[in-house]
């Protein structure tokens, strides 16, 4: 039976390969007569019958048979088509050994898929139903193979006990026993003559330059603390020499050293009123703000700790909260599980249902086939009535158009005579045109050619008046500046020299009181200056609202 079966298969691989035209070209081995006519009529039933047997099969591969080898699907055909087809003549006992020869587990889960009576009520009977008639299916293929289901559900319980009760032998091979070789035994060397210790000679002793630095070194760094003390005199002097370079003198260099020395003598005074006043050495205030920083960044840290405390905490919630939600999952596909069974089941009975509502609207349909005759004559009688009216309606319509077609072109003619007789009456060649009139258009703002011209005169001479006097204004305020950087000039060099006499009391003698109160003397007295400067000039105001310059004094 198990040769049979694989025979099969394998014609319906070469048939798939090949055509029908290899049979004559295939070895049957050891089969007889009677073998090879069962093999054939098997194989021409599974090829007459290939679209029922693929919709069993596919679904099979799809539900049950997920883990199943694609390269036995025409085992799983063969075994189809028997039981189909062929288990009336072959008989259960016949059938049991054919399946009883083939691979127990895959026989079990196909039989179990295909003799399910939920599936051969609904879904087989309904795919089968698409390419044969529903009543010819019933009747010839399911309502057999639910007869038979009792009696093979026996058989896949023998299958089932037959699993169950498999039991696996281990081949025990004979482990080989190792044994040792007849080797004659070595006679005992000779203990070897020790050869003598070579001497070494003694080598040359470390010269002491190898632990000296080189004299070369120590010129270089010599060398190199000259040239630093001579940068250091050079930095020194220019330094000292720095507020005796000459400046380029431009408007923008005397403003910003104006700016710069005023800047200066502002910060001198308020350094000298706060002590004056009693400002004490900044150094506690420094004490305080080290201190002060030092708690900062001691609260910083621990709000670092705290804030990885709390992400761990958050990790191990994530953590449960997943473990919470895979349980829930699981109930929910549970239910699911459940819910799915039921809605096949109420499946099968919603089908069975309209089966039966569907074989009473056929009753209905064919009673109502004998009263189609009568309807169908109301039905022309009606339609030639609807007929006759639309044709007269049809007719008005056109008579109506043709109407009004035939007053438009009564219009045309008559506009066509009035404008001819437009046309032939003499016309003026020559158009007389007075500058002084006005287009009579009904506009506010018209006026004539002689007074668009007086107008544009006028614009033109207020335009020329404008720039003349913008002119002037330009003249005024440069010479306005140049008046403001002579006078600048002379107050940098006043700055010049009061910072000088400043730098020279600062070196020779120390840091007194008197001096200091000398040195804002002078610059208040500077100020004075400046404040005079600006009260008595007219034209300040009017520099500083032009956004051009502007001082603070």
């Given at each position: 039976?198990?040769?049979?079966?694989?025979?099969?298969?394998?014609?319906?691989?070469?048939?798939?390969?090949?055509?029908?035209?290899?049979?004559?070209?295939?070895?049957?081995?050891?089969?007889?007569?009677?073998?090879?006519?069962?093999?054939?009529?098997?194989?021409?039933?599974?090829?007459?019958?290939?679209?029922?047997?693929?919709?069993?099969?596919?679904?099979?591969?799809?539900?049950?048979?997920?883990?199943?080898?694609?390269?036995?699907?025409?085992?799983?055909?063969?075994?189809?088509?028997?039981?189909?087809?062929?288990?009336?003549?072959?008989?259960?006992?016949?059938?049991?050994?054919?399946?009883?020869?083939?691979?127990?587990?895959?026989?079990?889960?196909?039989?179990?898929?295909?003799?399910?009576?939920?599936?051969?009520?609904?879904?087989?009977?309904?795919?089968?139903?698409?390419?044969?008639?529903?009543?010819?299916?019933?009747?010839?293929?399911?309502?057999?193979?639910?007869?038979?289901?009792?009696?093979?559900?026996?058989?896949?319980?023998?299958?089932?006990?037959?699993?169950?009760?498999?039991?696996?032998?281990?081949?025990?091979?004979?482990?080989?026993?190792?044994?040792?070789?007849?080797?004659?035994?070595?006679?005992?060397?000779?203990?070897?003559?020790?050869?003598?210790?070579?001497?070494?000679?003694?080598?040359?002793?470390?010269?002491?330059?190898?632990?000296?630095?080189?004299?070369?070194?120590?010129?270089?760094?010599?060398?190199?603390?000259?040239?630093?003390?001579?940068?250091?005199?050079?930095?020194?002097?220019?330094?000292?020499?720095?507020?005796?370079?000459?400046?380029?003198?431009?408007?923008?260099a005397i403003l910003r050293e104006g700016a710069l020395y005023q800047r200066k003598m502002?910060?001198?005074?308020?350094?000298?009123?706060?002590?004056?006043?009693?400002?004490?050495?900044?150094?506690?205030?420094?004490?305080?703000?080290?201190?002060?920083?030092?708690?900062?960044?001691?609260?910083?840290?621990?709000?670092?700790?705290?804030?990885?405390?709390?992400?761990?905490l958050s990790h191990e919630e994530a953590v449960l909260a997943h473990q919470n939600v895979?349980?829930?999952?699981?109930?929910?596909?549970?239910?699911?599980?459940?819910?799915?069974?039921?809605?096949?089941?109420?499946?099968?009975?919603?089908?069975?249902?309209?089966?039966?509502?569907?074989?009473?609207?056929?009753?209905?349909?064919?009673?109502?086939?004998?009263?189609?005759?009568?309807?169908?004559?109301?039905?022309?009688?009606?339609?030639?009535?609807?007929?006759?009216?639309?044709?007269?309606?049809?007719?008005?319509?056109?008579?109506?158009?043709?109407?009004?077609?035939?007053?438009?072109?009564?219009?045309?003619?008559?506009?066509?005579?009035?404008?001819?007789?437009?046309?032939?009456?003499?016309?003026?060649?020559?158009?007389?045109?007075?500058?002084?009139?006005?287009?009579?258009?009904?506009?506010?703002?018209?006026?004539?050619?002689?007074?668009?011209?007086?107008?544009?005169?006028?614009?033109?001479?207020?335009?020329?008046?404008?720039?003349?006097?913008?002119?002037?204004?330009?003249?005024?305020?440069?010479?306005?500046?140049?008046?403001?950087?002579?006078?600048?000039?002379?107050?940098?060099?006043?700055?010049?020299?009061?910072?000088?006499?400043?730098?020279?009391?600062?070196?020779?003698?120390?840091?007194?009181?008197?001096?200091?109160?000398?040195?804002?003397?002078?610059?208040?007295?500077?100020?004075?200056?400046?404040?005079?400067?600006?009260?008595?000039?007219?034209?300040?105001?009017?520099?500083?609202?032009?956004?051009?310059?502007?001082?603070?004094?």
């Amino acid at each position: 039976c198990c040769e049979l079966i694989r025979c099969i298969c394998k014609m319906c691989i070469e048939v798939d390969k090949f055509s029908t035209c290899y049979y004559s070209q295939f070895s049957w081995g050891t089969l007889n007569v009677t073998e090879e006519k069962f093999v054939l009529e098997t194989l021409a039933g599974c090829i007459e019958y290939k679209s029922l047997l693929d919709v069993v099969v596919n679904a099979f591969f799809v539900r049950d048979g997920k883990y199943c080898l694609i390269s036995e699907r025409n085992l799983y055909v063969v075994i189809c088509y028997l039981a189909t087809f062929q288990l009336e003549e072959l008989g259960l006992q016949h059938f049991s050994r054919i399946v009883k020869s083939l691979d127990t587990a895959k026989m079990h889960k196909f039989l179990r898929f295909f003799f399910n009576a939920l599936y051969l009520n609904t879904w087989i009977k309904d795919e089968w139903s698409r390419f044969y008639d529903s009543l010819y299916v019933k009747e010839n293929w399911i309502d057999p193979l639910l007869r038979w289901q009792p009696k093979v559900q026996q058989l896949i319980e023998q299958l089932t006990d037959k699993l169950n009760n498999r039991t696996t032998t281990v081949k025990t091979s004979t482990v080989t026993q190792p044994k040792e070789f007849n080797l004659t035994i070595p006679k005992p060397r000779a203990i070897p003559i020790p050869l003598p210790i070579p001497v070494l000679e003694k080598g040359p002793p470390v010269p002491p330059s190898t632990y000296k630095p080189p004299k070369e070194k120590k010129q270089l760094e010599e060398i190199k603390t000259k040239n630093r003390q001579k940068a250091e005199v050079s930095v020194l002097s220019s330094c000292s020499s720095i507020d005796n370079i000459p400046i380029k003198l431009n408007a923008a260099a005397i403003l910003r050293e104006g700016a710069l020395y005023q800047r200066k003598m502002e910060q001198e005074l308020k350094r000298i009123e706060n002590l004056l006043r009693g400002a004490g050495d900044p150094s506690e205030f420094l004490e305080w703000q080290k201190q002060m920083r030092g708690k900062d960044l001691e609260e910083q840290l621990a709000e670092i700790e705290c804030r990885r405390l709390q992400g761990k905490l958050s990790h191990e919630e994530a953590v449960l909260a997943h473990q919470n939600v895979t349980q829930e999952n699981k109930k929910k596909a549970d239910l699911m599980r459940e819910e799915k069974a039921e809605l096949m089941h109420q499946y099968a009975e919603k089908r069975l249902q309209e089966q039966k509502e569907m074989r009473e609207l056929v009753e209905q349909v064919v009673e109502g086939h004998k009263n189609a005759k009568q309807a169908k004559v109301k039905l022309q009688k009606y339609k030639q009535q609807i007929v006759q009216e639309v044709c007269e309606e049809n007719r008005e319509l056109l008579r109506q158009a043709l109407e009004e077609e035939e007053e438009k072109l009564r219009k045309r003619c008559e506009l066509i005579q009035q404008i001819r007789a437009i046309e032939s009456l003499p016309s003026l060649k020559h158009k007389f045109v007075d500058l002084t009139e006005t287009g009579g258009h009904g506009l506010i703002c018209e006026m004539s050619v002689v007074e668009l011209r007086e107008r544009l005169a006028l614009l033109r001479e207020a335009q020329k008046a404008a720039e003349e006097e913008k002119r002037d204004q330009i003249i005024h305020e440069k010479q306005a500046k140049e008046q403001l950087l002579l006078d600048k000039l002379d107050q940098i060099s006043v700055f010049r020299a009061e910072l000088g006499r400043a730098a020279a009391l600062k070196s020779t003698a120390s840091h007194d009181i008197h001096h200091s109160s000398s040195f804002v003397s002078a610059c208040r007295t500077l100020k004075n200056q400046f404040s005079m400067y600006f009260e008595n000039q007219h034209w300040h105001m009017k520099w500083t609202n032009t956004g051009v310059l502007s001082f603070q004094t």
